[in-house]
């Protein structure tokens, strides 16, 4: 009775060691967050006399896997913020976001903590857009979804499990570009 109990223990802590080994890191599995200045473009739109151009603070949470030391592979989603401004009785509202899928390319590098990559994928962007001509009239608004390429570059270095990044990216869309430069938290598991 006690070798049955003691071969059970053995198997059930076999197979807790296995799979904690691999839950450890099964395919180099990785999640963050940043925070950044972005950039919201809007040169499409027919209703507003000039094309507009923000800087508001995005932010973006990503998960991806490195199963491969040179390739990888990562999902986002990229908040661009939302900004307004006046130009004399007019005032514009613009914010953005995206969900976005990534392939990912690693340089070989002889140092193991530094890590420089660029990305390229595709992005389901949406904006939106409103304008007012002048103080108690009907603001105009445009909102946009499309699917449109993605890209970026970046540098990061790695503490162990924790690492910090440093990234841009851009989303190229038909009424002009979106982007977010930012510093990252990543945690590698």
């Not at 690492?163 to 977010?180: I, K």
Request: net charge neutral; with cysteine.
């Amino acid at each position: 009775m006690n070798i049955r109990i003691a071969s059970c223990l053995g198997g059930a802590c076999l197979l807790l060691s296995t799979s904690s080994a691999w839950a450890a890191d099964p395919l180099g599995f990785y999640v963050g967050a940043g925070i950044g200045d972005s950039t919201l473009q809007s040169n499409a739109a027919p209703f507003i006399p000039n094309s507009v151009e923000q800087h508001p603070t995005g932010w973006k949470l990503f998960a991806g896997i490195r199963p491969i030391g040179m390739f990888g592979g990562e999902l986002e989603y990229v908040d661009f913020g939302s900004k307004s401004g006046k130009s004399g009785a007019s005032s514009q509202q613009a914010s953005g976001s995206a969900v976005a899928a990534f392939a990912v390319g690693y340089l070989p590098l002889p140092l193991p903590i530094l890590d420089v990559y660029g990305k390229v994928g595709l992005g389901n962007v949406r904006r939106n857009l409103s304008y007012t001509a002048s103080p108690g009239l009907q603001p105009v608004g445009l909102n946009q979804t499309s699917t449109d390429f993605a890209y970026g570059a970046g540098v990061q270095v790695k503490f162990g499990a924790p690492a910090l990044r440093l990234e841009y990216q851009g989303f190229t869309t038909s009424g002009g570009d979106q982007s977010l430069f930012s510093l990252d938290f990543a945690w590698n598991f």
